[in-house]
Structures are given as structure tokens and as C-alpha cells.
């Protein structure tokens, strides 16, 4: 393990962002969460992208001091141009929009290193850390330059690269995701391999993720989900009301991998019988067909299409469901079920990657990953059974609640990586231990599908 010039009570650490935005969400906002979070932990230097400037002054970091942004536009704007050219259409083609920006981004970090090369080679920082991408196709020179400098390099989270479950071609179609069908070969890209094998430690934000990096990988490898709230960033929580129709909410990218359409179609029957509600908000290329969905089953006092909304007006629609229905099949993180859980909503959500990893017997629902039409015959399923006995959503909620309280806000994320810096300051011996959800008293909670056996 390289040892750096100077280990103190704070380490200096250089925190690489290209995405980091306060006022956008997905990725840019993780980026500026941990970001912002790890100067709890950690004397922090931010160096992000020039668009994100303006935002980030107006959070209060001083230019120079607490942070440095980087022009890169001059190649990052064409390429950008032709990553949403060639994806025909908005809120489509992600693989395309990440695989073009990946070939974009060593500009960035090329213009990083000319900047900050000489302080990171002189012992300024003790690590410097690299948080976006979370795309793991993206490469990094940093590696090998700051190992040469004798200073730890730490990326990550990375997370990304869920294969398409079977049975969803047509989705998968739909979502001009053509490139999906050769991700893997990323792996070839000049440059990864080295890259792996000089960075100090790598933090994996999903299991899955974990498996994709190699034996160079695994071998410095630590789990942590990528995913945080900030208590009461979305208001204040609200306790279970099961009195009457269940209000069941769906929040996300109306894009067909996310299954709005699939879970009207799931829900219908309870819709028609008055049993729940349904509250969709978001928006993107299918909210004509969801519409039109609505109309043709005379749905309009049972379905609402709130469609985009910003953070609070999220949570004030999300803080009065009962349910956090969302089907989506192919979901890297699952920054909504946190969120969600945050408030009190029990999750209802597809067993696979990012959700499947975060909600547990005692605080959601898991539906089996299956085809199109056994996905939609599941949920109906589920929230049947909910319906028909809905008295333990209170303790559930409660039990998601505390659950994410403790062990998913970015003040505690940040704990987790200061673990992971320890590690490369020589302040531990051995690597730190993957995140384990600690269910505590939740383990005495009937598991879910008991729930639904209570009928």
C-alpha cells in the first residue's frame, strides 16, 4: 500500500467530479452529494465541470478555494451534440449517451492533470479521489499518474452496466439501446486494465458492478451503495393511513425500462374496484400512451399524471402514498426507493440490481424478475394481497423509515468511504468490510410474502 507525504487527523483530498450539480438530478446531484458529504470527513478540494460552475457558486463554495471548475467544453459540447443526435430521442439511448461520453471524458481529466498535476506530484493531497462518472466504461489516466506520484487513487462508486433481463427485447428496442448488445466490449478499451491495476481502492455502488471489475478489481474492491437522502430533504414523513384505497405512487422517467405502462396495465382491476390510487410523476415519451391508457379504462379519478416536479413538489406527492409501486426492470441505483423509504412509503419493486439490493422482508415488497406479462400478473399479485391486508404497512413503513436514517444518508455514506481512506492512509490494516444492510429489529418482522399468505 503507497504511504502519502503527510497522514493527519483530516486527509487533503482531491475529489474529481466531472458531474456535479446541486440543482440537477441522477447523476450530476450523487456526484455533488458525496462530494459535499466527504467534507465532513475530509479536507476537500471539489474539481468539477465548467456547466456545473454557476450552480455550484451559488451553494456557496468560493472558486479557487473550495473548488475549481474545469473547461473542457470545447470537445465535451460536440460530443454531447452527437450523443443526443444519434440517441433520436429525448430520454432515450443511455448507452450511446454514456459510451460517446466516455470517449469525451480523458479530455477532461487531461485538462485536470495539467492543472493539478504538479500538487498532487508535491504531496498537497494525500488521495485523490475520483466520484464521477459512476459509469464504469470510463477510463482513467489519473490512475496510473497519481501511482507514479505515490499517491492513492480511489474511483468510485461505480455503478451501471445491468444486463436487460430476458423478456424485454422489445423494451429494450423501444429504448434505442442498440449499443447495450455490445456493452461488454469496454472491457477491451485501451487503458482499462492499467487503469485497475493502479488504483489504490475501488468502491462498487451496486454487487453487480462488483462482479464486471476484474480480478484487479475485486482484489481492492469495497461495496457501498451510491444512493443517499439528506433527512427531510423531501419533507416530513407521514404516517401510514390505511383507512381507506391505498394510494400506490410511481416516480420516475416515464421510458419503457421503467414500466409505467406495465404497471397500469398490473393495477388495473384495483383501480376499476376503487381499492387504490395511483399517482405518477415524471415525465418523458411514453406520458401520451399512460394517458391514453387512462382514458380508454375511464381511469381519470383514479390515476393522476402529475407529470415533472421538482424536489419538493416529489415529496409532497410521494409523502402521502402508502405504496412506491415502480416495475422498473433495469435499475442501476434506485434513488427513488431510498427516498421513498425515507418518508415512510413501503416500496413494492422488480428483485433485480439496485432496488432488489436495498429493500429488505421487513421494510418493502420484492416481485420476482419474470417476462412482460408474469412481471404484470406478479404485481397484480402483490398489491392484491396488500390490499386485501394492509395492516402492517405502518410498521414497515416505520421500520424503511429508521432503516434509511441510519444507514442511507449521505452523512453516513460519508462515513463509510472515510473507511475506505483510512485503508489507503495506512490508518487500517485490512480492507474495509462491504456494506451489509443491519436489519436490527426488523429481523423479528414477518417476511413479506407472509404477508401476502395471510389472505
Known amino acids: 500500500m503507497s504511504q502519502v507525504s503527510r497522514i493527519g487527523p483530516r486527509p487533503r483530498v482531491l475529489v474529481i467530479a466531472e458531474a456535479a450539480n446541486p440543482e440537477w438530478v441522477s447523476v450530476p446531484l450523487v456526484g455533488w452529494q458525496i462530494a459535499s458529504a466527504l467534507r465532513r470527513v475530509a479536507d476537500v478540494h471539489l474539481v468539477t465541470q ?13 472558486e479557487g478555494q473550495d473548488f475549481t471548475a474545469i473547461d473542457s467544453e470545447a470537445l465535451a459540447r460536440p460530443v454531447w451534440a452527437l450523443a443526443s443526435w ?53 477510463n482513467s489516466s489519473l490512475a496510473a499518474k497519481c501511482a507514479r506520484a505515490g499517491v492513492p487513487f480511489v474511483l468510485g462508486p461505480l455503478n451501471g452496466g445491468v444486463p436487460w433481463p430476458a423478456g424485454f427485447d422489445a423494451e429494450r428496442r423501444r429504448e434505442r439501446e442498440w449499443l447495450s448488445y455490445v456493452r461488454g466490449l469496454y472491457r477491451l478499451l485501451p487503458g482499462r486494465t492499467r487503469m485497475l491495476r493502479n488504483t489504490a481502492a475501488l468502491i462498487a455502488g451496486s454487487r453487480h458492478t462488483l462482479t464486471e471489475l476484474g480480478t484487479d478489481g475485486q482484489e481492492r474492491g469495497v461495496y457501498i451503495p451510491e444512493n443517499g437522502v439528506t433527512p427531510d430533504a423531501l419533507g416530513t414523513p407521514t404516517l401510514q393511513d390505511i383507512s381507506g384505497p391505498l394510494r400506490c405512487c410511481f416516480v420516475g422517467r416515464l421510458v419503457p425500462y421503467k414500466g409505467p405502462d406495465m404497471l397500469i396495465e398490473a393495477l388495473l382491476p384495483l383501480l376499476q374496484a376503487g381499492r387504490v390510487t395511483l399517482d405518477i410523476v415524471g415525465n418523458g415519451p411514453l406520458e401520451q400512451t399512460l394517458r391514453q391508457m387512462v382514458q380508454d379504462n375511464a381511469l381519470e379519478g383514479a390515476v393522476t399524471l402529475h407529470g415533472w416536479l421538482d424536489h419538493s413538489g416529489v415529496g409532497a406527492v410521494l409523502s402521502r402514498a402508502n405504496l412506491l409501486t415502480f416495475p422498473s426492470v433495469r435499475e442501476f441505483g434506485g434513488g427513488v426507493v431510498v427516498e421513498a423509504m425515507a418518508l415512510g412509503v413501503v416500496p413494492v419493486v422488480c428483485d433485480y440490481a439496485g432496488p432488489g439490493e436495498l429493500v429488505t422482508a421487513g421494510t418493502g415488497f420484492k416481485v420476482p424478475m419474470a417476462g412482460r406479462s408474469e412481471l404484470i400478473a406478479a404485481f397484480r399479485q402483490t398489491v392484491t394481497a396488500i390490499c386485501d391486508n394492509p395492516r402492517s404497512l405502518p410498521q414497515m413503513g416505520a421500520n424503511a423509515r429508521d432503516l434509511v436514517r441510519t444507514q442511507f444518508t449521505w452523512a453516513r455514506k460519508a462515513d463509510q468511504i472515510e473507511q475506505v481512506y483510512e485503508w489507503m492512509t495506512g490508518k487500517r490494516d485490512t480492507r474495509p468490510q462491504p456494506f451489509q444492510i443491519q436489519t436490527g429489529d426488523m429481523a423479528d418482522m414477518p417476511p413479506s410474502h407472509a404477508i401476502m399468505n395471510e389472505r
Not at 122 to 134: C, E, F, K, N, Q
Open 50 to 62: 465548467v456547466r456545473n460552475r454557476d450552480a455550484v457558486l451559488r451553494a456557496g463554495l468560493v
Open 86 to 138: 444519434l440517441r433520436m430521442g429525448e430520454g432515450k439511448g443511455w448507452t450511446m449517451l454514456t459510451a460517446l461520453a466516455s470517449l469525451s471524458y480523458p479530455y477532461f481529466e487531461r485538462l485536470v492533470w495539467k492543472q493539478f498535476g504538479a500538487a498532487i506530484r508535491s504531496g498537497h493531497y494525500d488521495i485523490v479521489h475520483r466520484v464521477t462518472p459512476l459509469s464504469p466504461t470510463a
